[in-house]
């Protein structure tokens, strides 16, 4: 007994130690000044670890740490093609737009040519990574356009009704499908169609290299720091909120999600033609959502999938 408790004693103890080397670790960068740090490099990309070169994908996760087992499944069951790997970036505790940025300086920082979103609430069917590989195929062709997202629906979205529908049909969940500002979902479409818009969820979102690359070049794109990371980022992706006074005093609110300013901004910037896709800038709707790869959206409190 004796023996047991001196065992249990010592690694609890070497359990404190590690945290509290954790928390001092964390605490250094947080007070942390990087004046002469600079940018991800947007050119000749050299990764500190050489052997991940030859990984052309990095799939990243923004999370706050707690994610339901549903989730977790359907991110282990994705099925990968032979002779391909991927590398994880899974920032913990920061906002979305912050942890997508982080994801976006490593990615840069790397020799990745795609990069992959999918948010902590999307469930992505097991032919996820087949699929996004078949559309990259085409993006380095030029083939396809350098955005393409998966299908996924709001949650709790779908259209109940108590009484008779008298022989109309109810609409279902609402897809994060959009075409153009404050015009709501998209729908004019059926399952398996590729299908054109202008703005695009980032949570089964595939982006190729060039398009990050033209974003981190932009002058005006803000470089900032964030605790507990060692490099400077671009504020690519942005939370827009705005609070103002009109001359009357009236109070005004705004605000919008990062996935959409994203979009909007990829276009208002000509983001395509800077990143060598100038034949898709050109369109109108100039993003592809691939509804046959319809991801999941899981309720955290109840594990209900929409």
Request: glycine letters at 8%; aromatic letters at 10%.
């Amino acid at each position: 007994m004796g023996a047991n408790r001196k065992a249990d004693t010592e690694k609890r103890d070497q359990l404190v130690h590690h945290q509290r080397r954790q928390d001092a670790l964390l605490r250094h960068y947080a007070k942390r000044r990087l004046p002469n740090a600079v940018p991800a490099p947007v050119l000749n990309p050299v990764h500190p670890k050489p052997g991940s070169d030859t990984v052309q994908v990095l799939l990243g996760t923004p999370t706050l740490g707690t994610v339901r087992i549903e989730w977790y499944n359907a991110m282990v069951g994705m099925v990968t093609p032979p002779n391909w790997a991927l590398v994880r970036s899974v920032p913990m505790g920061y906002t979305v737009p912050d942890a997508q940025n982080m994801i976006v300086d490593s990615f840069l920082r790397g020799a990745f040519r795609a990069l992959i979103l999918i948010e902590d609430d999307t469930c992505p069917p097991p032919e996820t990574i087949l699929t996004f590989d078949r559309w990259f195929w085409k993006m380095e062709r030029k083939k396809a356009p350098p955005i393409v997202s998966g299908l996924y629906h709001i949650k709790g979205s779908g259209e109940v009704r108590r009484g008779k529908k008298g022989g109309i049909e109810l609409l279902g969940p609402e897809p994060l499908a959009y075409r153009g500002s404050g015009t709501r979902a998209y729908r004019d479409w059926k399952y398996g169609d590729v299908i054109w818009v202008s703005g695009v969820p980032t949570g089964a979102l595939l982006v190729h290299r060039a398009v990050l690359e033209a974003w981190a070049n932009e002058p005006d794109v803000e470089t900032y720091t964030l605790p507990g990371y060692p490099f400077p980022v671009k504020k690519i992706f942005v939370a827009p909120a705005r609070v103002w006074a009109d001359p009357s005093g009236g109070k005004h609110i705004a605000s919008g999600t990062s996935d959409l300013y994203f979009s909007e901004q990829t276009i208002k910037r000509d983001i395509l033609t800077k990143a060598g896709f100038g034949k898709w800038a050109k369109k109108e709707f100039p993003f592809v959502i691939d509804t046959s790869l319809v991801f999941k959206h899981v309720d955290r409190a109840t594990g209900m999938l929409y």
